[in-house]
């Protein structure tokens, strides 16, 4: 069974980073595209980054320049890196693999983790 195990939220101060990690295992994961989505309270879920087995990626409009996606083939494990933290970033961030051309399609979810940004 494939499973996606997200790690690294938390509470953090406005202007201030995390790293979160999602490690994935029943699966090559050198041949999937990996994504990082977010859902806050109320809210639909949203794309925040997502990186192709080429290593290609994008941004959501909200988190360029501040986020970093990226991968680690031989560790199985996709990273995201949030630098100047706003409370509007407050979610449970999941970890998603899927295909190349629509993240969206395809693939398995992790269970997600919290992220809270305070003022």
């Known amino acids: 069974q494939v499973q996606l195990v997200e790690s690294g939220g938390g509470l953090v101060q406005t202007g201030g980073s995390l790293r979160l990690s999602c490690a994935a295992s029943?699966?090559?994961?050198?041949?999937?595209?990996m994504g990082w989505f977010r859902q806050a309270a109320g809210k639909q879920r949203e794309l925040v980054a997502t990186?192709?087995?080429?290593?290609?990626?994008n941004y959501g409009d909200s988190v360029k320049g501040r986020f970093t996606i990226s991968r680690d083939n031989a560790k199985n494990t996709v990273y995201l890196q949030m630098n100047s933290l706003q409370p509007e970033d407050t979610a449970v961030y999941y970890c998603k693999s899927g295909s190349d051309s629509n993240i969206w399609l395809f693939g398995s979810w992790g269970q997600g983790t919290q992220v809270t940004v305070s003022s």
């Open positions: 029943g699966m090559i994961f050198s041949k999937s595209a």
């Open positions: 990186i192709t087995r080429g290593g290609r990626t």
